[in-house]
């Protein structure tokens, strides 16, 4: 059976109650969170104190904690990841900026989107968080592509598979997101 068969299985076995499929799960997962991880973290600051490991446990208890996931398979569920990593990268950030700043400053960003987002910082982060949900609010599928590619490091491929779509559309859709994006950062 393939890695990714196995973590399927896995996965509904889970979401049917089986606690043993969780344990077992984790080391299959664990080194790609990891790896995942280790992405996000390489956009943020040299001094950022989130190390690591911590994202990776925070995010996994917040999934491990959601009983009501419908796990569909393993793209499912690192996309799900992703999005759990980002939110613990907000949460946090937002933490720190607000004993930095007073919780009643407005963040404005000065970054520029890249395929790698990379340069982002505290404020740069908060301000990325919320024009994907601005834009969530307008074309929730594109919104949901740039997570995917950007937080999730999904390739074209996966996300269209994902979604349904091509991966031609993907990349269209990328593109128009990424522009709208930046306007709305650089405004």
Do not use: C
């Amino acid at each position: 059976m393939a890695l990714g068969e196995e973590i399927t299985d896995l996965l509904r076995a889970w979401r049917g109650g089986d606690e043993n499929a969780l344990h077992k799960l984790t080391p299959l997962v664990y080194d790609e969170l990891r790896s995942l991880a280790g992405s996000y973290l390489l956009k943020e600051r040299q001094e950022h104190t989130l190390q690591r490991t911590a994202l990776v446990h925070e995010a996994f208890l917040r999934l491990a904690g959601n009983t009501r996931v419908d796990w569909q398979d393993r793209n499912h569920f690192f996309s799900l990841a992703a999005t759990m990593m980002r939110r613990v990268l907000v949460d946090y950030a937002r933490s720190r900026f607000a004993a930095k700043r007073g919780s009643d400053h407005r963040v404005h960003a000065d970054l520029e989107i890249t395929p790698s987002l990379e340069g982002s910082s505290l404020t740069n982060l908060l301000a990325v968080d919320q024009a994907l949900d601005r834009l969530a609010l307008i074309d929730a599928r594109k919104a949901r592509m740039v997570e995917l590619h950007h937080f999730g490091g999904l390739g074209l491929e996966e996300i269209g598979t994902m979604l349904g779509v091509s991966a031609a559309t993907v990349s269209r859709n990328l593109a128009a997101a990424e522009t709208w994006l930046q306007t709305q950062l650089t405004s």
